[in-house]
């Protein structure tokens, strides 16, 4: 019998009896892989649990059936292990890399990422993925023995480069952290545990970026038409999802709303799942890599969408942002998001006492960098619900989130 009771595993993806470790070296467990693991002790942190009360795009308080973060985090997990079955990678690997992606966002969404990162301007801005890394390493405390969640050295890795290289060959930052430089928690971690951060990450981690796509896609749609912010006819702007919905219309004439809505979308799903499993065969045919580290020192990504589905995937998060992201409702949210979350900023870096004492404690003395970082890991940490909360426990007047009453 197969260890863990393994799947079969291709030789290039990740073998978890060869994994790299851990930073602080544990006995192995009798009954789970390193990275089932990393999948347990994501699942039962503090951090995971806040999420079932965090924004994707609409707010706490407009209704249960639109996307948190929670369940945006399950989706994925559920499409990277389906694409990591089909590819033969290890699935808890990728799961485990699904689970965590999201562990460093802020309540509200992006708008409260983009207001930390101004806040933080003068001590090196504000990342969800190198908050991610904190969470993960720092700022959850369950274990006697270390900060952190103690994870294997491959989940790491993957939390840091899911979206690709950080370095380049050089030494410089590449991609989105080229202007400003790769953040300052990661590199500092990179000094204790080498990420590696000028290769590719393994291809596990390629499937779970791929699948944050596929969901986002997939259910900003439905939550979208849910809200009522573009109609299923506007949709048919896309080409691909024009040639779906004629496929639905020919199959199901006369079809009620909701389920041709559910029709759509579960036919993006599949066609994106099935394009990424097609073309990743081909590149990995391509590339015969023989290890996983052949994966990472690829030159590109082996776990992806045809040139056809990229363009889709395009058209589709173009359509989103004109029609949703920056729809009049969401962006009345977004500016008061934005000024609850400014306004706790300050008061906080200006009166750390008015933090809880476990957030407070250590700061007497300490220099404005500090104090800052110390508050951003604390609102980052915050529910949507929770910020609100602590704004109106401070503050005379809280903005109204475009529709709730303050």
Same mark, same amino acid.
Not at 238 to 242: D, G, K, S, T
């Given at each position: 019998m197969r260890p863990y009771g393994e799947?079969? +595993?291709a030789p290039y993806a990740c073998d978890p009896a060869a994994s790299r470790g851990r930073l602080y070296p544990e006995e192995p467990s009798p009954t789970r892989s390193p990275f089932q693991r990393d999948r347990d002790r994501i699942i039962h942190s503090s951090a995971f649990r806040r999420l079932k009360h965090k924004t994707q795009v609409f707010v706490y308080h407009e209704g249960d059936h639109y996307r948190t973060r929670l369940t945006h985090t399950l989706e994925v997990s559920q499409i990277a292990r389906a694409l990591a079955r089909s590819l033969g990678l290890d699935e808890d690997l990728a799961e485990a890399l699904a *689970?965590?992606?999201d562990l460093g966002h802020t309540p509200f969404g992006h708008t409260g990422e983009d207001a930390l990162d101004d806040c933080m301007a003068a001590f090196g801005g504000f990342d969800h993925n190198a908050q991610a890394l904190r969470v993960v390493t720092r700022l959850e405390r369950r274990y006697a023995a270390y900060d952190g969640l103690n994870l294997s050295w491959e989940t790491l890795e =993957? *939390?840091?480069?899911h979206n690709g290289p950080? *370095? #380049? !060959? $050089? =030494? +410089?930052?590449?991609g989105r952290y080229a202007q400003k430089g790769v953040p300052g928690a990661i590199l500092e971690y990179n000094q204790a545990q080498d990420l590696r951060l000028a290769t590719h990450a393994s291809a596990e981690a390629q499937a779970a970026a791929l699948a944050d796509d596929i969901a986002y896609d997939a259910h900003d749609i439905d939550d979208g038409l849910r809200a009522g912010l573009f109609s299923i006819e506007e949709l048919a702007a896309?080409?691909?999802?024009?040639a779906l919905l004629g496929e639905i219309d020919a199959r199901y004439p006369g079809l009620e709303?909701?389920?041709r809505i559910h029709e759509l979308i579960r036919r993006v799903i599949t066609r994106f799942v099935e394009d990424a499993v097609a073309e990743s065969e081909r590149r990995i045919a391509a590339l015969a890599p023989g290890d996983a #580290? !052949?994966?990472r020192q690829a030159g590109a990504p082996v776990v992806a969408f045809s040139g056809t589905i990229a363009a889709a995937d395009a058209a589709i998060k173009d359509f989103l942002f004109a029609h949703m992201y920056r729809h009049p409702r969401v962006m009345a949210v977004r500016r008061d998001a934005d000024a609850i979350l400014r306004d706790l900023f300050a008061r906080f870096c200006a009166e750390p006492d008015a933090m809880p004492e476990e957030w407070r404690r250590g700061l007497a003395g300490a220099n404005a960098a +500090? +104090? =800052?970082?110390?508050? !951003? $890991?604390?609102i980052a940490g915050m529910t949507d619900g929770y910020a609100v909360l602590e704004h109106r426990r401070l503050f005379e007047t809280t903005p109204a989130l475009g529709s709730a009453s303050a």
């Open positions: 799947r079969w +595993r *689970l965590s992606h =993957g *939390l840091v480069k950080l *370095l #380049d !060959a $050089d =030494g +410089r930052p590449t896309v080409p691909f999802l024009a709303p909701p389920r #580290d !052949a994966i +500090r +104090r =800052g970082r110390r508050v !951003a $890991d604390y």
